[in-house]
């Protein structure tokens, strides 16, 4: 099974947590997709290590639901279905408005700045098409808010949230113009912020994450399956 493997040098993490970011990582970056079996024989051939540890690895993600159960079968990279979809992005809706709004209230200048030019960084990044660059600076401004924000439990709960959408998360943003639609949003965001309006900021935010969502059914329409 392709992927990183888990050398033997010096790391505080315990191998199931390490063989558990790296199929995280894999997941991101397209190398496990949805629906494709786990094999617990290969992925300890492939980390060199026993099938304990990977089984723990591969309980701790099915725990986040990234991974699948079924019984008599075996593990599966997770699938969500269009509802679970739907309801997760609902809820991460809400959950990024409460991060505007709390940075909104919170944020000092300094904070405020950096937002500013790391926003200017993804608008930049996205007028040249560079779309690593642009994913790296996109990355840091959600994290500057979430910092902002001052709220760790709130932030647990958004990233959760956007770990468990990395598979829809890969699909648009390769779509065409989401990278300059994605930045547009990112300085509606900070324009209300900076004027110190809360409806304003929610509001960007709020369009931020709905847009995706629509971006997302845009592309299930356009498949051959969805127009029979």
Request: glycine fraction near 14%; proline fraction near 5%.
């Given at each position: 099974m392709p992927?990183?493997?888990?050398?033997?040098?010096?790391?505080?993490l315990s191998q199931p947590d390490r063989i558990r970011l790296a199929l995280v990582h894999d997941m991101e970056t397209g190398v496990l997709t949805p629906?494709?079996?786990?094999?617990e024989k290969a992925?300890?051939?492939?980390?060199?290590?026993?099938r304990t540890p990977v089984r723990e690895a591969l309980l701790t993600l099915a725990a986040q639901h990234l991974v699948t159960i079924q019984p008599r079968s075996g593990m599966?990279?997770?699938a969500p279905d269009p509802s679970e979809l739907v309801s997760m992005l609902e809820a991460l809706s809400e959950l990024e408005a409460v991060v505007a709004r709390l940075s909104t209230l919170r944020m000092d200048h300094g904070q405020r700045e950096r937002l500013q030019a790391l926003s200017l960084l993804t608008d930049e990044a996205a007028q040249r098409g560079?779309?690593?660059?642009?994913e790296q600076a996109n990355q840091q401004f959600h994290d500057a808010l979430y910092e902002g924000c001052g709220n760790s439990i709130v932030?647990?709960?958004?990233r959760q949230l956007r770990l468990r959408l990395w598979a829809f998360r890969r699909r648009v943003r390769d779509q065409p113009g989401r990278l300059q639609s994605s930045a547009a949003d990112h300085r509606a965001i900070v324009a209300g912020l900076l004027a110190?309006?809360?409806e304003r900021a929610v509001n960007a935010m709020r369009e931020h994450i709905s847009a995706k969502g629509r971006a997302f059914a845009d592309l299930l329409l356009a498949q051959p399956s969805a127009q029979r």
């Open positions: 992927g990183t493997s888990i050398d033997g040098g010096l790391n505080p629906g494709l079996p786990l094999d992925l300890a051939e492939r980390f060199g290590v026993s599966y990279v997770h560079e779309r690593l660059a642009f932030v647990d709960q958004v110190n309006d809360l």
